[in-house]
């Protein structure tokens, strides 16, 4: 990747409803169980609850307070959301507004990939000029989900992670980054105007393993580096067994794979940094680390990046 100008993430945060749905409380009105839920995909309670902005404006606060950054000082705000709080305006502009950012705001939708595909565009807002960015995934999966469909009610969570992204001399933390879409696959996973979010989920997690390792590979590739010098895989957390094939079929050891599905399910937009929030506060990742972002989602989309953590 050529650049003169990169980003380094000085500041994260998340926010989750305080509402916790256990594999239970679904099974009072599903005809579903804690034992099926839990070996068929990993998760064992979701947060429900509040709006994409509301979601957003919290992660993005903390995130800021933990950069030690003022609203006015930051040039944008880029939100991955696919549950918008309404069709128009941008939940950006809601968001820009419930913080206080003086400068621009846009969505960013690409599904689950959303998160990598915002950071990626925001490197290329450094690259031209921009000093600081606040990079945002949220979502509200609940308001989408039809509560009586087995199918996907016991996959979706609500929730938010948040990153400020500071420009720097230099390439900065971004190696690599590869963004990829297939829309001929756009009906495996939709959800119309005023309808529920569907998805055929054998066919999305046999395709989602192949884009995901064959994506990462490049992205890993791209940045000069072999699989043996990654030392944290933050993936998109749709299904446990998902992120366990593609880490068998990439070679990387599980123990390397951030993992919180078991907490919060599928979150879309807000799965990756949620993740990657988690392996920071919790000492797993540091300086100097090489850590690898991949994700994939409706579209199909997908998403893989390689950073050098602080640059
Ligand atoms: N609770 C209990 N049983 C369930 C169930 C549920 N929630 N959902 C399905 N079942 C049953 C099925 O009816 C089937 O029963 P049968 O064998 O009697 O026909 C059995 O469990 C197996 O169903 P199947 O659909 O083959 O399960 P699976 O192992 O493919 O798991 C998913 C289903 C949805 C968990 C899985 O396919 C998946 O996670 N796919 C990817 C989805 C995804 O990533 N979506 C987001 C993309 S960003």
Not at 26 to 39: G, K, M, P, R
Not at 101 to 108: E, M, N, P, Y
Not at 207 to 214: F, G, M, N, S
Request: overall charge negative; hydrophobic content about 45%.
């Amino acid at each position: 990747m050529i650049t003169t100008r990169g980003g380094i993430v000085t500041g994260w945060g998340i926010a989750v409803p305080d509402k916790v749905v256990t594999n239970d409380d679904l099974s009072v009105t599903l005809d579903t169980n804690d034992a099926w839920i839990q070996e068929r995909t990993g998760i064992r309670e979701r947060r429900i609850g509040g709006t994409t902005s509301q979601l957003a404006i919290e992660a993005g606060l903390a995130a800021l307070a933990k950069a030690g950054r003022r609203p006015d000082e930051i040039d944008a705000v880029i939100l991955a959301t696919t549950t918008p709080d309404q069709m128009v305006p941008a939940t950006s502009a809601t968001v820009q507004d419930g913080i206080g950012i003086t400068g621009g705001a846009f969505d960013v939708n690409a599904a689950c990939s959303g998160f990598v595909y915002a950071l990626s565009v925001a490197h290329g807002l450094l690259a031209i000029g921009a000093e600081r960015l606040l990079v945002i995934g949220a979502e509200t999966l609940s308001r989408i989900t039809d509560w009586d469909e087995r199918g996907v009610a016991v996959l979706v969570g609500d929730g938010a992670g948040a990153v400020v992204l500071e420009a720097v001399d230099g390439p900065g933390q971004l190696l690599s980054w590869v963004l990829g879409a297939d829309g001929s696959l756009r009906h495996l996973l939709k959800c119309d105007h005023g309808g529920y979010l569907y998805m055929d989920g054998k066919e999305i997690f046999r395709k989602a393993v192949r884009v995901v390792v064959d994506s990462a590979e490049q992205a890993i590739a791209e940045a000069g580096l072999t699989v043996d010098d990654i030392d944290l895989i933050v993936p998109h957390q749709a299904n446990l067994r998902i992120i366990t094939a593609a880490c068998q079929r990439l070679g990387i050891p599980e123990e390397k794979a951030v993992v919180v599905i078991d907490r919060y399910g599928n979150t879309s937009s807000a799965s990756i940094p949620l993740a990657l929030v988690d392996a920071l506060d919790t000492g797993r990742l540091e300086k100097g680390d090489h850590v690898l972002l991949t994700g994939f989602g409706g579209g199909m989309t997908w998403a893989s990046a390689v950073l050098h953590w602080g640059g």
